[in-house]
């Protein structure tokens, strides 16, 4: 999972998938303790899109994973593209921010006790437009367990943001929440369904010289379905669809190449 940009509260979730011999996390932004084997690489290309009823927004999100041990990968997402279209004031487009995570599973999962995994996150603020990114970097700690049952898997997050602050402004730290249902069986479909949100922690706001900063997280509650098609062992299509609690409706198309 990782903290992500907001535009009038519009969530941008990326859509995912991997080989269907794994258990696979997405197009879920809950983090799991399923990490990459050693040496397994995976890349993902998506095509966002978003609209509510004060604008759209288009994003064309990246992922590369690569396992550095059995029980520690590193993920990295740039955001190639990123276009901000609001029903009024100018439009926005450009490079998005680039975010890396660290995931490392400290403990396997036993008969009854889940497996658990630390994971720690930045984001780079790559993005040029400050509608687009804060300018600032941020950093996320999470606390992570994945349990399965049969196919099935269950996923639950806590996580901290520190977030940073632009010239004029004072934004909260973030505290985060994920819960997860995954089912990623042998067959050529999956399914998954997830719930998370984040709160900010005390008063942080924006002051007068500087009135909004859209792209600063907090306090959102995001619903996603999603379906995996794998029409090929190591080629997958996703689709999935969100829904936030500023009634901004996402659907998000993705292209999966995987190799373990």
Sequence with gaps: MQS??????????PILALVQVLY???PMETETANTQPRHGFEGDLAFEYQISSQGSEMALPVALEYGLLDNLELLLEPVLYTAILPKAGANHVGLGDLEATLNWRCLDEGSRLPAFALAAEVKLPTAKDSLIGT??????????ATKAFGPVQLHGNVGYTFQGSPKGTSLSNLISFAFAVDHAGTGRWQWMAEVLGNSPIGSGATVAENPVVPEAAGGELVGTVGV?????????LAFG????????????PGLILAFH
């Design 4 to 13: 992500r940009s907001y535009l009038w509260g519009l969530r941008v979730l």
């Design 24 to 26: 696979s996390t997405v």
């Design 135 to 144: 300018g600032k970097a941020d950093y996320t700690g999470y606390l992570v």
């Design 228 to 236: 995996r098609y794998f029409f090929l062992r190591n080629l997958a």
């Design 241 to 252: 669809a969100s829904y936030d609690n500023s009634q901004a409706l996402q659907l998000a």
